[in-house]
């Protein structure tokens, strides 16, 4: 128990009266921790914390890696930066040796300021002091950053780009056409082939692969193990709670994912309304947080793969997951969580102009190129609405196409307020996009009135598609039944489907195939929502736990590699 004396021996109490540090005790926890375990992480809610006993490691992510800044011994007082910025944790704390620690929440804390003008002035000294040094290591971190060298409408280099961004990996863009880019292209570059990736120790990659580039930054691109209790094929908001679920329930865990966890949600530039976030997020924040949760409790994340087949034993724990290469990996329970894919634009002229000017998605990576330009964006739902608000803070013009009608028909009424807000954005209902043209880069479009059926040319560079979705499941095995557009059929639609061979009904997110569950968006009669998807990939583990026990007479459970 902490008392008045014990508050003595930290130098930021020890004027304090003896009422005041007996409200102090009364109000604090004390924490107690061994060796490596973590009293926060960055990121994480702030609070105060005073040093009983012990010894703590400051470390904190800089230019991707994480490096020790500092030390806290008995008596230090600390975490006022956060609590004062009104943000979240900016480093983590790390037990050395065992370690008692003193917490005031953030109401406790602003209380005590309030009470002593003293114990104020001291804690703005130290916050001074620790944001200096903060800035100071930003300074002089050097970034480790990428080159990408390569033309603007080349869709490689485009694709290279987006995957870095959707990656979290830092890099440059030097386009060779740009004369203001060429004095920054390294020798031995300038010439091509294009693209070429120039990495911070000066070594080169020429027309690079995604995967070739991921090996190469040290991105897991293939499992580690033979076989998993849970394998996650797909990395969108479903199967990130899927890995975040099941690794932090003690199931060995692989998710697969061929481009960048987040899936569509990932690409998304502002998601208002998620539960938890009155300020909104950008999906790429809420992707890169679910991963940090998922790496953190275990689960291997594998990327820049593809899964080309599943191939399913004769009895429920034999499946196996066919990778690019035909790299095979085992799995007891397997979740199908590839999401969907944006649906192409069938007009004339569309298909060569992809990464040329034609854009499925938000492409963030474009933005900065669209500066001061009209741009044109395809779609009436919020992925669409998400992008237009995206681009108003960069074009000159960002007109927003819809076939339908209304714009009600499809969008949140949220971002419809937030639209008519900006003066740059026009929104035009009763239109569709019926031919892109030009000639190694987007020119033009042409826009036809639903209405008077009239066809009016215009000129722009930039097309952003967010024209609905389609189940990419035809690698499926033909025992997994889906319905007439390729979504996935479960539980009671699975069971109704005939082909369900068990006696016992299949669970609601299980598939026609015992032991394997199908989540988010490719599972017919989904909720197409990022919240929907985080609760079936949830939702789906806890259904395999009760498949796992069902069948643990079976087989045996797959338990983890020593080392």
């Not at 800044?69 to 609590?83: A, M, Q, W």
């Not at 998620?274 to 679910?290: H, I, K, M, Q, V």
């Not at 061979?501 to 299949?506: A, G, N, S, T």
């Not at 299980?510 to 968006?521: I, K, L, M, R, W």
């Amino acid at each position: 128990m902490i008392t008045p004396d014990i508050l003595r021996l930290v130098p930021l109490f020890a004027e304090l009266d003896d009422a005041d540090l007996q409200e102090i005790a009364a109000a604090a926890a004390d924490i107690r921790l061994v060796a490596d375990e973590w009293l926060v992480r960055e990121g994480e809610t702030p609070a105060f914390f005073a040093l009983l006993a012990g010894e703590l490691e400051v470390t904190k992510t800089v230019a991707g890696a994480e490096r020790v800044i500092d030390h806290y011994h008995v008596g230090d007082s600390f975490g006022e930066v956060p609590l004062l910025l009104g943000s979240t944790t900016v480093a983590n704390l790390r037990a050395v040796g065992d370690v008692r620690v003193l917490r005031l929440d953030a109401t406790e804390f602003h209380y005590l300021l309030a009470r002593s003008e003293r114990m104020a002035a001291a804690v703005m000294r130290t916050m001074a002091r620790r944001v200096g040094n903060l800035r100071r290591l930003s300074i002089e971190t050097p970034a480790e950053t990428t080159l990408i060298v390569g033309h603007r409408a080349d869709l490689a280099c485009y694709d290279l780009r987006d995957f870095f961004s959707r990656n979290h990996l830092a890099f440059r863009w030097l386009d060779p056409d740009d004369p203001a880019a060429a004095p920054l292209i390294p020798a031995g570059v300038g010439d091509g082939p294009y693209p070429a990736v120039v990495f911070p120790d000066g070594s080169l990659l020429a027309l690079p692969s995604p995967r070739q580039v991921a090996d190469r930054l040290g991105l897991q691109t293939a499992p580690r193990r033979p076989a998993y209790d849970v394998a996650i094929v797909g990395g969108g908001p479903a199967g990130l709670a899927a890995a975040v679920y099941g690794a932090s329930e003690g199931l060995s865990t692989l998710m697969i994912e061929r481009d960048a966890p987040g899936g569509q949600a990932g690409a998304s530039s502002r998601i208002e309304n998620y539960l938890g976030f009155p300020t909104g997020l950008s999906g790429d924040e809420l992707s890169a947080r679910a991963l940090q949760q998922a790496t953190r409790f275990g689960t291997e994340i594998v990327v820049a793969r593809e899964v080309t087949a599943l191939r399913l034993g004769a009895d429920a724990h034999d499946h196996e997951i066919v990778l690019d290469g035909d790299e095979t990996v085992g799995a007891r329970s397997i979740i199908l969580a590839t999401g969907v894919s944006w649906r192409s634009l069938a007009v004339p002229g569309a298909d060569e102009l992809v990464g040329q000017g034609i854009y499925y998605g938000a492409a963030r990576t474009e933005a900065p190129s669209v500066r001061g330009k009209d741009v044109y964006l395809v779609g009436g739902g919020n992925s669409a609405g998400q992008a237009a608000m995206f681009f108003a803070s960069y074009a000159r013009c960002v007109t927003l196409l819809i076939r339908a009608s209304s714009i009600e028909q499809g969008m949140s009424h949220y971002l419809i307020d937030q639209l008519a807000t900006k003066r740059n954005v026009v929104v035009r209902t009763g239109a569709t996009v019926v031919a892109a043209h030009g000639r190694g880069h987007l020119d033009a479009i042409t826009v036809r009135d639903e209405v008077t059926r009239a066809t009016e040319r215009y000129e722009t560079d930039a097309l952003f598609v967010f024209i609905g979705a389609d189940a990419e499941t035809g690698w499926l095995p033909p025992e997994i039944a889906r319905d007439e557009r390729g979504y996935v059929l479960t539980g009671p639609d699975a069971q109704a489907s005939g082909t369900w061979r068990l006696e016992r009904d299949p669970y609601l997110l299980e598939t026609t195939v015992p032991g394997v569950f199908a989540a988010g968006d490719l599972r017919h009669g989904s909720i197409k929502r990022v919240a929907s998807g985080v609760g079936e990939g949830s939702m789906a583990i806890a259904f395999i736990h009760q498949y796992l026990a069902l069948s643990a007479t079976e087989a045996p459970p797959v338990t983890a590699v020593a080392g």
